[in-house]
C-alpha cells in the first residue's frame, strides 16, 4: 500500500502536516490514494476530497465532540473547561440550534465600515509600535491585532481590548492537545480573568456597547448569561490564531510574489482577493475534527460509534474535481470556493471579519515600511496539529 509519510521530504503524519513547510504535495498523494480513508495508525478516518469532507461536516451522524467526553477531560470543571463547555461551536444538539443563529446575527451586526475603521487604527498603532528590527516583533502584531479589534467590536474599551489580547493568546492553549500541564493551568488562569473582565465591565455605571452585544445574545436565544459571556471570549478566541495565520500567510504570498506587492498595496479590491484565496490555497486552519455519534454510513464509508474523522480541510481546497487549477494561486479566479471557514451546521460566520482584519492589518504594514521581500526567507510554524501559523521570530 502507499505511504506517503515514508517520503523524507512529507509529513510525519497528517497530525504534522500543517507545520510542516510544504504539507500540500502529501495532501495530494493522499487524496489521489482515496478521497476517505481509515488510517489505522492514528486509529481515526481520514478525509481529504471535497465531497467527503462536505458529507462529513453536513452529517447528522457527527459530532464535534464525542459525546463521551464533551469536555476535554484535561480542562473538566476547570474555569477553561467551564468556558468551553458553553462555546456554541463545541455543542451539538438542542443548545447549538438556538444558540447558533444567536452568534451568527450578533456578528453578521457588525458594522463593517466601524470595524475597518477600528482594524486600520489599531493596525497603525501596532505597526508604530511593534515593526522594528525585532522580526518577532511582527509575531505580536499577527497575533495581537485580531483580538484587539473584536473586543473593540463587542463593546470593550482599547485598553481592556489590549489586556484580553494577551489572555486570550494563554486561554486558547486549552484547545490544543499539545499544551503542557503548566500552559493548561496558564489557561485556566486566563479563562478566570476573561470572564472577570467582562462582568466588571457589565458592573460599570456606563458599560455601553459590551452590555448591548450581551443582551443581544440573550434576547436571539442566548438567556444564560454564563453561556453569554463565554460566547463573547469565544470570539476573541477563534479570531485569535486563525486571523494571525492569515496575516501571515498572507505576508509569505506578497514576499514570495515580487511583482504582486506593490500591486496589492495600490490596490484594496485586490488585496482582499488575493487574502481570499490565501483562505483557499494556504489557510491558517488546515483540519477539524468530527466524532461519530451512532452507527452508520457517513461518507460513504460504514462507520461506527466513537470513531473519530480527521477532516482536513486544506486538502479539500485543493481537490481538482472541487476546484479548476486548485494548486495555482490566482486571486483573480472566478471559481473560488473553499472549506476554510467550515462546512454545515458548523460553518464559521466571521470570513468577512477576518479578511477585513487581514487586509487593515497587511495595509498598515505596507505603509509602515515592512520589508515584506525579506520575509521569503524559510520560516518556522507554529507547533499545532491543525493551524498553520508561521512565525517570523522563530518558534513560540
Known amino acids: 500500500m502507499f505511504t506517503p509519510s515514508e517520503s523524507p521530504q512529507f509529513p510525519e503524519s497528517v497530525l504534522t502536516a500543517a507545520a510542516h513547510p510544504d504539507p500540500y504535495p502529501y495532501y495530494a498523494a493522499l487524496l489521489a490514494y482515496r478521497p476517505i480513508y481509515r488510517e489505522h495508525r492514528l486509529n481515526l478516518w481520514v478525509a481529504l476530497g471535497a465531497q467527503a469532507v462536505s458529507e462529513v461536516l453536513s452529517s447528522a451522524l457527527c459530532r464535534v465532540r464525542p459525546v463521551a467526553e464533551p469536555v476535554p477531560a484535561a480542562i473538566a470543571g476547570a474555569p477553561a473547561g467551564n468556558v468551553f463547555k458553553r462555546l456554541v461551536r463545541m455543542n451539538d444538539g438542542p443548545f447549538h440550534a438556538k444558540a447558533k443563529p444567536a452568534v451568527s446575527a450578533c456578528l453578521a451586526g457588525f458594522d463593517l465600515a466601524h470595524l475597518t475603521a477600528v482594524a486600520r487604527r489599531e493596525a497603525a498603532a501596532l505597526a508604530r509600535d511593534l515593526i522594528s528590527a525585532e522580526r518577532n516583533s511582527l509575531d505580536r502584531f499577527n497575533f495581537t491585532l485580531p483580538v484587539q479589534v473584536i473586543a473593540q467590536m463587542t463593546g470593550l474599551p482599547p485598553d481592556i481590548a489590549a489586556r484580553c489580547a494577551t489572555l486570550t493568546g494563554d486561554f486558547v492553549r486549552c484547545l490544543s ?19 472577570q473582565v467582562l462582568r466588571d465591565e457589565l458592573r460599570r455605571p456606563q458599560h455601553g456597547g459590551l452590555a448591548m452585544h450581551a443582551e443581544r445574545l440573550q434576547s436571539l436565544g442566548i438567556d444564560d448569561l454564563d453561556a453569554v459571556l463565554a460566547n463573547l471570549i469565544g470570539f476573541m478566541s477563534q479570531t485569535y490564531e486563525a486571523t ?14 515580487a511583482a504582486l506587492c506593490p500591486r496589492a498595496a495600490g490596490d484594496d479590491a485586490l488585496l482582499r482577493r488575493m487574502i481570499e484565496e490565501v483562505a483557499r490555497y494556504d489557510p491558517p486552519i488546515h483540519n477539524t475534527r468530527r466524532f461519530v455519534a451512532q452507527d452508520g454510513m457517513v461518507a ?3 462507520m461506527r460509534a466513537g470513531d473519530q474523522i480527521l477532516v482536513v480541510l486544506a486538502a479539500a481546497n485543493r481537490d481538482p474535481t472541487h476546484c479548476a487549477r486548485a494548486h495555482v494561486f490566482d486571486p483573480d479566479r472566478p471559481d473560488r470556493s473553499s472549506f476554510t471557514f467550515g462546512a454545515g451546521p458548523h460553518a464559521c460566520t466571521g470570513q468577512t471579519i477576518a479578511i477585513g482584519i487581514t487586509a487593515a492589518g497587511i495595509q498598515a504594514l505596507l505603509t509602515h515600511g515592512l520589508d515584506v521581500a525579506s520575509l521569503a526567507s524559510p520560516v518556522e510554524y507554529r507547533r ?7 512565525l517570523f521570530g522563530g518558534a513560540a
Open 177 to 195: 492537545p499539545l499544551s503542557s500541564p503548566a500552559e493548561i493551568e496558564r489557561s485556566n488562569e486566563a479563562a478566570a480573568a476573561l470572564l
Open 244 to 257: 494571525a495565520g492569515l496575516i501571515g500567510n498572507t505576508l509569505l504570498a506578497l514576499a514570495r510574489d
Open 300 to 302: 460513504g464509508e460504514a
Open 384 to 390: 499545532s496539529v491543525n493551524s498553520r501559523i508561521p
